[in-house]
């Protein structure tokens, strides 16, 4: 087998721990976020009066249809299960990404551990040369030049994977921008066009995409944190979201000064949304440098020590 071929095999090896222990730490996250989806869902089974049409309906349908069946009147039972409602949306879609995100994991691991066959089996071969031909003192310089590539090893793999959570919170937030703009467009012609309840539910479509953008961006900055802090780069905290309050009251009171309040919540959305954009790009600006700059050090250690190899043979 060739050096290059072996050098490559063994630094993607160094994820493999990584990732089993992400993998069992993901389990855990799995089990917690499916027993609390059964929570909100006891409590919205025991609000809704026709729960299996409404786990699949959007949120601005279900308020369309109730403000149908009430006439125009939302009573305080029916906003707690709008309520309920949103919680069961944010806990699925929670549950959702996670099972997306362990099969992602599973086949990383599964690739990785055919590679590890084939590179232990050749290791053997090169370990038996080492040892009849390495001097005491170079191996002893040899063995620490291993342990610093592999502490530097862990390091990229903490960074990649930081940046693989900033990469995900952008994307999401990204999408959340989009979805606000459009909501934005229509509240725009609600207050000039009085457009009634069509302008309504497609402002509202809009507003429920970004709704679920801002509830993957709750846990999806969570991850963020967790990563940045394991290799203490910088750390950056954000809360996002639409006050569901805000589209129960504009349905309510349905005049030009409800419509203008809700269209400066959805600016205010579209700011913030702007702000942690820049941040995360910030981010990722910085993690890639990290890992620029680590995977110079872990080259210079390569080269050390396949000088030194050299120089015993």
Same mark, same amino acid.
């Given at each position: 087998m060739e ?7 063994r630094n993607s090896?160094?994820?493999l721990?990584?990732?089993q222990?992400?993998?069992?730490? @993901?389990?855990k996250? %799995?089990?917690?976020? *499916?027993?609390e989806m +059964?929570?909100?869902? &006891?409590?919205y089974? $025991?609000e809704a009066?026709d729960?299996e ?5 959007s949120?601005?349908?279900t @308020?369309?249809?109730? %403000?149908k069946?009430? *006439?125009?009147?939302? +009573?305080?039972?029916? &906003?707690?299960m709008? $309520?309920a ?15 997306s ?6 086949a ?5 551990l055919?590679?590890k066959?084939?590179y ?8 038996d040369i080492?040892?009849?031909?390495i001097?005491?003192?170079?191996y002893y310089i040899y ?5 610093d590539?592999e ?7 903490e960074?990649?994977?930081a ?10 937030a990204?999408s959340a921008l989009e979805h606000l703009?459009?909501?934005e467009?229509?509240a725009?012609y ?8 069509i ?5 509202y479509s809009h ?5 679920a953008?801002?509830n993957r961006l709750?846990?999806q900055?969570?991850d963020?944190?967790?990563e940045?802090?394991?290799i203490?780069?910088?750390e950056?905290?954000?809360d ?5 309050t805000t ?5 309510w009171?349905d005049?030009i000064f409800t419509?203008l ?5 959805i600016?205010?959305?579209e ?7 820049h941040e995360?790009e910030?981010?990722?600006?910085k ?8 995977l110079?050090?872990?080259d ?5 020590k396949?000088?030194?190899?050299i120089s015993?043979?």
């Amino acid at each position: 087998m060739e050096n290059q071929k072996l050098l490559d095999m063994r630094n993607s090896l160094t994820m493999l721990p990584v990732l089993q222990h992400r993998l069992q730490k @993901l389990e855990k996250r %799995i089990i917690e976020a *499916e027993k609390e989806m +059964d929570v909100v869902l &006891q409590q919205y089974n $025991a609000e809704a009066v026709d729960v299996e049409q409404m786990k699949r309906d959007s949120l601005s349908n279900t @308020l369309l249809k109730l %403000i149908k069946k009430y *006439e125009g009147k939302l +009573d305080k039972e029916t &906003q707690e299960m709008l $309520a309920a409602k949103m919680e069961y949306d944010k806990a699925s879609d929670r549950v959702m990404d996670l099972h997306s995100e362990r099969n992602e994991l599973k086949a990383r691991i599964s690739s990785l551990l055919v590679n590890k066959q084939e590179y232990e089996a050749e290791l053997r071969k090169r370990e038996d040369i080492v040892k009849t031909s390495i001097t005491s003192k170079a191996y002893y310089i040899y063995k620490k030049l291993q342990e610093d590539r592999e502490a530097l090893g862990k390091q990229l793999i903490e960074i990649e994977e930081a940046k693989r959570a900033a990469n995900y919170v952008l994307s999401t937030a990204q999408s959340a921008l989009e979805h606000l703009q459009s909501a934005e467009g229509w509240a725009t012609y609600d207050i000039w066009a009085r457009g009634g309840v069509i302008s309504h539910m497609a402002k509202y479509s809009h507003i429920d995409d970004a709704q679920a953008d801002f509830n993957r961006l709750s846990y999806q900055i969570k991850d963020l944190k967790k990563e940045l802090a394991d290799i203490k780069v910088f750390e950056t905290a954000y809360d996002v979201g639409i006050d569901a309050t805000t589209r129960m009251f504009d349905f309510w009171f349905d005049n030009i000064f409800t419509d203008l309040n809700v269209r400066e919540k959805i600016r205010a959305d579209e700011q913030e949304v702007n702000k942690l954009t820049h941040e995360i790009e910030s981010i990722i600006a910085k993690l890639e440098e990290t890992r620029i700059e680590t995977l110079s050090k872990l080259d210079s250690i390569e080269n050390k020590k396949n000088e030194l190899l050299i120089s015993n043979n």
